[in-house]
């Protein structure tokens, strides 16, 4: 049962990030480790925050992103990026204006989750 689990984990995790080639295994890593630590895994955080390590090449971050990733020392290119797989991890609903608003990637993109959304005006 727990190798069919991880099998469709790995099967999503997969689809999810080869569509997407911009992201370096460093952002792949990060988005693994935050939603890991959303869903209480400890298994998945340790592994995935090693993983971090060696890619990013930067230990404190990865031990931030466990932590609290929202007090991490990230740019705001990896705070949409987090932003959005949390909403993904939570099953929120994505609206037109709203993923035209985390592919444009604003500098002004704030630090208060789940704020930042624009309004669907």
């Not at 049962?1 to 469709?8: F, G, H, K, R, V």
């Not at 689809?15 to 939603?35: P, Q, R």
């Amino acid at each position: 049962m727990e190798a069919a689990i991880l099998d469709t984990g790995r099967s999503i995790q997969k689809t999810a990030f080869v569509a997407y080639g911009s992201l370096t295994m460093a952002d792949k890593e990060m988005i693994v480790v935050v939603t890991s630590a959303e869903n209480k895994c400890l298994y998945c955080i340790i592994a995935h925050s090693a993983l971090h390590r060696i890619y990013s090449k930067q230990p404190e971050l990865a031990d931030q992103l466990s932590a609290n990733w929202r007090t991490a020392d990230i740019d705001n290119r990896q705070r949409a990026i987090l932003e959005f797989a949390l909403d993904l991890c939570h099953c929120r609903p994505l609206t037109e204006v709203y993923l035209v608003y985390f592919m444009e990637c604003p500098d002004s993109v704030s630090k208060r989750y789940p704020s930042r959304k624009p309004d669907a005006a």
